[in-house]
């Protein structure tokens, strides 16, 4: 389920959202990077709670796809290549898509309202942290959708990646844990009609 054997070609036929979503994430890495104003251009799509209040509601969308560093980037785009694909698949292109961004906008709304008026925060981890909380929903009461293995997986890597939310001052927290809890909240209607992943 999270292991992958694909190769480069294989895994963009088989997942094209995954592959779309982490290429968006290279291209405005790279936009950012070498773009004349890049920097000024990246402001306007970072969360900021203050711009929100104002009406900049973009804001709770735009974060998913923008990252802080090219380490960043990295690691959210390899999170989503192992975790994403199994849902991709099981979920179908459509509903998939749809809850990756409604797991992200759950969690940048969940962050406006708790963190400080001043708080800024950018990064997909927050609607990756949205399919993990639909991978939590199947662990406890969707079994016959992922097996024991798997389950321990999820369950080990939720365990680690909650751990360092609390421990690294420069991770959001909040985006975390409302994007864990968003995604357990949309998946009981995401996964009415989820085939088991093969």
Do not use: C
């Amino acid at each position: 389920m999270f292991i992958r054997h694909e190769n480069f070609r294989s895994f963009t036929r088989h997942y094209p959202i995954v592959t779309g979503i982490i290429f968006i994430h290279i291209l405005l890495w790279i936009i950012f990077l070498i773009l004349p104003g890049g920097q000024q251009l990246l402001y306007l799509g970072i969360g900021s709670n203050y711009d929100v209040y104002n009406g900049e509601y973009w804001r709770l969308l735009t974060p998913i796809f923008l990252h802080s560093s090219f380490g960043h980037m990295l690691f959210n785009s390899f999170s989503l290549a192992i975790f994403g694909p199994a849902l991709e698949r099981m979920l179908g292109k459509p509903i998939f898509i749809i809850t990756y961004l409604l797991g992200g906008v759950l969690a940048n709304i969940g962050t406006f309202f708790v963190a400080p008026i001043n708080y800024y925060h950018l990064g997909s981890s927050s609607a990756i942290f949205g399919l993990f909380g639909v991978y939590l929903y199947m662990v406890i009461y969707r079994k016959d959708l992922i097996d024991r293995m798997n389950s321990q997986i999820i369950i080990s890597i939720l365990v680690i990646g909650m751990a360092m939310s609390f421990f690294r001052s420069d991770i959001n927290i909040y985006a975390h844990i409302f994007g864990l809890i968003g995604g357990a909240a949309l998946a009981p209607i995401v996964l009415r009609k989820a085939s088991r992943y093969y």
